[in-house]
């Protein structure tokens, strides 16, 4: 029987009229809308669904992404269709807890708002990412540290692919150092700030108090933190990783790695966008890769997890 993993991708996906097939078809999936709006004092299907800016802003990206896989997870779930594993990259991860059952839609959308005004509110002025492309992990790493200022690594996403982040000018030196060193390309990202940065710690801190109230259940199925690429079966800690997953690496390559080194080998990207799609292509070829943005998605893919069930 396959063992499947459900994986939720994170900010950057985002885009108008996701969701909204989910939400017109299934009740369950507007429910989880109307809980997600009463959670964060939104109206979050007016966000996702009509053109804004705020879409792209952090502080309502997060929420409407996360609202939108929780969403159609609880449509996959209804169809009797059920997880091994779960992880999500940086924000996704809120999504992996849901389906692990170690917080309801609801309080995770409470968080997670929280969460992005924190983070918004603690970009701070003078901060960049790129992404690095055509280099070996290691060697980013060791000229982010020769690089003077603050500059790290922000996402291993897959091989070939790794995301720094930290202060423009450090950002900037370590790009020009990676280049001469044999990099393909690096790319400035257009995004608000450094993300998954030392320099965002002070959000980090300040979730703390945000998570102290929340409560949290025992797992069904266990998740991969991206601060370890480990997987977690115990609510003990976990608070504690979720505040430290806001300044440091995510670290996706290895979380994948892990799930297949245990066990999966059928992966089922839930969310808006392919991006986690794309980057198992260059992880691993011999898992099935899966993923659900629209109804189109998710028909064949309940299909296909059905029959592979029924096996």
């Known amino acids: 029987m396959s063992r499947t993993a459900f994986v939720f991708p994170g900010q950057g996906s985002q885009y108008t009229g996701m969701g909204k097939d989910f939400y017109e078809a299934f009740a369950v999936c507007r429910e989880v809308f109307d809980a997600a709006s009463e959670a964060s004092g939104l109206d979050i299907a007016k966000l996702c669904f009509e053109e804004n800016e705020q879409l792209n802003q952090t502080e309502y990206t997060q929420i409407c992404m996360l609202t939108v896989e929780a969403a159609i997870l609880k449509a996959v779930q209804q169809e009797g269709i059920v997880s091994s594993v779960n992880a999500g990259l940086s924000l996704g991860e809120y999504a992996a807890l849901i389906a692990s059952e170690v917080m309801d839609a609801k309080d995770a959308c409470k968080v997670v708002r929280k969460r992005g005004i924190l983070m918004q509110e603690a970009v701070p002025v003078g901060g960049a990412m790129a992404a690095v492309l055509g280099?070996?992990?290691?060697?980013?790493?060791?000229?982010?540290?020769?690089?003077?200022?603050?500059?790290?690594?922000?996402?291993?996403?897959?091989?070939?692919?790794?995301?720094?982040?930290?202060?423009?000018?450090?950002?900037?030196?370590?790009?020009?150092?990676?280049?001469?060193?044999?990099?393909?390309?690096?790319?400035?990202?257009?995004?608000?700030?450094?993300?998954?940065s030392p320099m965002l710690s002070g959000a980090g801190e300040k979730l703390k108090e945000v998570l102290k109230d929340v409560?949290?259940?025992?797992?069904?199925?266990?998740?991969?933190?991206?601060?370890?690429?480990?997987?977690?079966?115990s609510t003990e800690g976990i608070k504690e990783l979720l505040c430290r997953q806001v300044s440091s690496s995510v670290r996706w390559q290895q979380s994948v790695e892990r799930m297949i080194k245990d066990g999966a080998d059928t992966f089922l990207e839930i969310g808006p966008g392919r991006t986690l799609s794309g980057f198992m292509r260059k992880i691993s070829r011999d898992v099935k890769m899966l993923n659900i943005e629209n109804l189109a998605d998710y028909e064949k893919a309940v299909k296909t997890l059905k029959g592979e069930t029924l096996c």
């Open 135 to 196: 280099m070996d992990a290691s060697a980013i790493e060791e000229i982010c540290r020769q690089t003077e200022g603050i500059v790290s690594v922000a996402n291993y996403n897959c091989p070939g692919q790794i995301v720094i982040t930290g202060e423009e000018t450090a950002v900037d030196a370590a790009c020009e150092k990676l280049k001469a060193a044999g990099a393909k390309r690096t790319i400035r990202l257009n995004v608000s700030g450094p993300f998954h």
């Open 215 to 233: 409560s949290l259940n025992e797992f069904t199925v266990p998740y991969i933190t991206n601060v370890t690429a480990e997987p977690v079966t």
